[in-house]
C-alpha cells in the first residue's frame, strides 16, 4: 500500500479532509443563520428598502450585522504566525485539533452568547477566530514531513479541498435548519455543526500523528519511502530558533505570495460572508434557496481545485511549463477571470439564472488559484512551509473583516443592486492587482534561504 490510495499518508489527508470541512462549516454557518436571526422588518425600515422575510429576534442593522460577520476573522488573523511557529516546533496534530475543538465548543455557545449580548456574541466569534487561525498553517506543517514531492499534489489538493466541501454541505443543512422547528430553528444550526467538530476531533486525536514515524500504524516500508524522499524539516529546536526571520520578511517572492493571498482572498471571503445576504436582499431568495444558491459555487470549485491541481501537475510532469511558469498561469486563471465576471456583472445583474451562472463560472476558474500561490510556499521555502503559510494567511485574512466592513459600508442606508454593483467593481480592482503584482515578483524557485 506504500503508493496507492489507501496509504498511511493519504489516509491523513481523508481525515484531514473532514477536518477542513468541519472549520469550513463552523466559519460559514452563521452567514445563513443571521438571515433568520435579524428582524427584517427592523432592517427595511433603517435601509430605506422595500424587504420582506422572516422577523428574527435580534434588531440588527446593516452595520451590526457586518460586524458580526466580520468579528471572526478579527481573531483568526492574530494566530496564523504563532500557529505556524508553534506546529514547526511541537507538531500540528495536537494544534489542528486543539483548534477545531475550541471553535466547536464556542459553536455551541454561539445562541446563549447572541441571546445573552451583542458584544458577548462578538467576543465569542472572536474566540472561534482564534481558535481556527492554527488551522491552516498547522496542516501545511504536517504535510512538510508526511508529504513526498510525488504526491505533495494530490495530498494537498485533497486535505484543502475540504474546505470548500465543508461550505457545500453547510449551507444548505443551516438553511434547512434554520427553516424547521429542530432545536428552536436558527439555533440548530450552531448545536449541529459544534457537536459534529467535536466528533471529529475526536476521530482526529486518535488517529493522527504529526510525522510518520509516531504513527504506531504505518508499515515499515511507507515509513522508509517517506523519509528517503522527505527531508526533515527541522533536526533540531536550535534549527526553529534560527529560522532566517529576515529574510523571508525582504522576500519579494514571500510578498508576491502574500499579494495574491489577500487579493484571493477579498472576493472569495466577501462572497463567503455576504452571498446569502445578497441573494436574500437583491435578489430575493427564501432562506431554504438561499442555502443551496450560495454553496453551489463552492461544490463547483470544490471540483475545480482538484482538476487544476491534476492540470498543474502534468504540465511540470511533462515539461510543458516550468514550475515559476505554472504557478503564475494558474494564478492568472484564478483571478483574472474572476475579474472578468465581477466588471461583466453589471450587464446580468437583472437576470438571476445568470447571476448565479456566473457566480459559479468565476468560483469554478478560481480553484486553479490553489495551484498558483497557495502551493508556492512549499516551492520557494518547503522547510518553513507552516511558518510562510502563517505570514501569506495574516495578510489574506484582513480581507475576511474588511470585505465584510465595505458591504456593510455601502448597502447599510441603501441595499440596492447598483450599492452592491460598487461592492463588484472593488473585487475586480483588488483581484487585478493581485494578478500583476505576482506575475511581476513571483517564482517556483527555491529559495537560498531555505
Known amino acids: 500500500?506504500?503508493?496507492?490510495?489507501?496509504?498511511?499518508?493519504?489516509?491523513?489527508?481523508?481525515?484531514?479532509?473532514?477536518?477542513?470541512?468541519?472549520?469550513?462549516?463552523?466559519?460559514?454557518?452563521l452567514s445563513v443563520a443571521i438571515l433568520s436571526m435579524v428582524n427584517s422588518t427592523y432592517m427595511a425600515s433603517h435601509n430605506n428598502s422595500n424587504i420582506s422575510g422572516d422577523t428574527g429576534e435580534f434588531n440588527w442593522d446593516a452595520h451590526k450585522r457586518s460586524l458580526v460577520l466580520g468579528a471572526f476573522f478579527y481573531g483568526?488573523?492574530?494566530?496564523?504566525?504563532?500557529?505556524?511557529?508553534?506546529?514547526?516546533?511541537?507538531?500540528?496534530?495536537?494544534?489542528?485539533?486543539g483548534g477545531v475543538l475550541c471553535t466547536s465548543v464556542l459553536t455551541l455557545l454561539t445562541p446563549v452568547a447572541a441571546r445573552t449580548s451583542f458584544a458577548l456574541l462578538i467576543v465569542v466569534r472572536v474566540l472561534e477566530g482564534i481558535g481556527e487561525g492554527v488551522t491552516f498553517p498547522a496542516m501545511h506543517a504536517m504535510w512538510g514531513s508526511w508529504a513526498p514531492p510525488v504526491d505533495r499534489s494530490r495530498l494537498v489538493s485533497v486535505t484543502y479541498a475540504g474546505s470548500q466541501f465543508g461550505t457545500v454541505v453547510a449551507q444548505p443543512i443551516s438553511g434547512i435548519l434554520c427553516a424547521s422547528t429542530f432545536l428552536g430553528g436558527w439555533p440548530s444550526v450552531f448545536y449541529v455543526f459544534g457537536s459534529l467538530g467535536v466528533l471529529w476531533c475526536i476521530v482526529w486525536f486518535i488517529?493522527?500523528?504529526?510525522?510518520?514515524?509516531?504513527?504506531?500504524?504505518?508499515?515499515?516500508?511507507?515509513?522508509?519511502?517517506?523519509?528517503?524522499?522527505?527531508?526533515?524539516?527541522?533536526?533540531?529546536?536550535?534549527?526553529?530558533?534560527?529560522?532566517?526571520?529576515?529574510?523571508?520578511?525582504?522576500?519579494?517572492?514571500?510578498?508576491?505570495?502574500?499579494?495574491a493571498h489577500f487579493c484571493n482572498n477579498w472576493g472569495f471571503y466577501t462572497l463567503l460572508t455576504c452571498l446569502p445576504t445578497y441573494l436574500k436582499d437583491v435578489l430575493k431568495f427564501d432562506i431554504q434557496q438561499d442555502g443551496f444558491m450560495s454553496a453551489l459555487p463552492y461544490l463547483v470549485m470544490w471540483i475545480t481545485i482538484n482538476l487544476f491541481g491534476l492540470l498543474a501537475d502534468y504540465l511540470r510532469q511533462h515539461n510543458i511549463l516550468n514550475t515559476t511558469q505554472t504557478r503564475k498561469t494558474m494564478n492568472a486563471i484564478g483571478l483574472f477571470l474572476k475579474l472578468v465576471y465581477n466588471m461583466y456583472y453589471r450587464i446580468i445583474i437583472l437576470q438571476i439564472l445568470h447571476a448565479i451562472s456566473m457566480i459559479c463560472l468565476a468560483t469554478a476558474f478560481s480553484g486553479a488559484a490553489f495551484s498558483g500561490f497557495n502551493t508556492n510556499h512549499v516551492d520557494i521555502g518547503s522547510r518553513y512551509a507552516g511558518i510562510l503559510m502563517g505570514i501569506t494567511n495574516t495578510w489574506a485574512t484582513i480581507p475576511g473583516f474588511a470585505g465584510?466592513?465595505?458591504?456593510?459600508?455601502?448597502?447599510?442606508?441603501?441595499?440596492?443592486?447598483?450599492?452592491?454593483?460598487?461592492?463588484?467593481?472593488i473585487s475586480a480592482a483588488v483581484y487585478l492587482f493581485g494578478?500583476?503584482?505576482?506575475?511581476?515578483?513571483?517564482?517556483?524557485?527555491?529559495?537560498?534561504?531555505?
Open 1 to 29: 500500500l506504500v503508493g496507492t490510495w489507501l496509504s498511511t499518508r493519504f489516509s491523513l489527508a481523508y481525515l484531514a479532509f473532514f477536518g477542513f470541512m468541519n472549520v469550513y462549516a463552523l466559519r460559514v454557518n
Open 76 to 97: 483568526y488573523i492574530l494566530t496564523q504566525l504563532p500557529g505556524g511557529y508553534l506546529a514547526s516546533r511541537f507538531g500540528g496534530k495536537w494544534l489542528f485539533g
Open 404 to 425: 465584510p466592513a465595505v458591504v456593510g459600508l455601502l448597502t447599510e442606508h441603501n441595499v440596492s443592486k447598483d450599492q452592491w454593483q460598487i461592492v463588484f467593481y
Open 435 to 450: 494578478v500583476v503584482a505576482y506575475t511581476l515578483l513571483g517564482t517556483g524557485k527555491e529559495q537560498p534561504w531555505n
Open 207 to 259: 488517529f493522527a500523528h504529526s510525522t510518520p514515524d509516531k504513527h504506531p500504524r504505518i508499515s515499515p516500508a511507507e515509513l522508509h519511502f517517506i523519509q528517503s524522499n522527505v527531508e526533515p524539516v527541522f533536526s533540531s529546536k536550535d534549527e526553529v530558533l534560527s529560522v532566517p526571520w529576515w529574510e523571508i520578511a525582504t522576500s519579494k517572492r514571500v510578498w508576491a505570495i502574500s499579494i
